[in-house]
């Protein structure tokens, strides 16, 4: 059975940085993307980072140049690098491993920006 689980959310003051980590158990083949999503309170969920099997990575506008995906395929490991974090970054991440033929979701984790 595969498990997805997040760690690396908290809580930081506007401008500081947080390392998201998402780390996949049990047998996973033909991974084809690995990418964070995000949702806030009210909001739909949304795509925040994605990188692909041929390590074509897209992000959200908002946060182009402040975020950094990345991912380790040997340990089945993505990894959001978060800079310059906005109060508006505020949600549950959740990390989502799409195979062919299916796609997996991590728990989520929280994330809080705010002073």
């Known amino acids: 059975q595969v498990q997805l689980v997040e760690s690396g959310g908290g809580l930081v003051q506007p401008g500081g940085s947080l390392r998201l980590s998402c780390a996949a158990s049990g047998s996973i083949f033909n991974i084809y993307a690995m990418g964070w999503y995000r949702q806030a309170p009210g909001k739909q969920r949304e795509l925040v980072a994605q990188i692909t099997s041929g390590d074509s990575t897209n992000y959200a506008d908002s946060v182009k140049g402040r975020f950094t995906i990345s991912r380790d395929n040997a340990k089945n490991t993505v990894y959001l690098q978060m800079n310059s974090l906005k109060p508006e970054d505020t949600a549950v991440y959740y990390c989502?491993?799409?195979?062919?033929?299916?796609?997996?979701w991590g728990q989520g984790t929280q994330v809080t920006v705010s002073s």
């Open positions: 989502k491993i799409s195979t062919v033929g299916t796609y997996y």
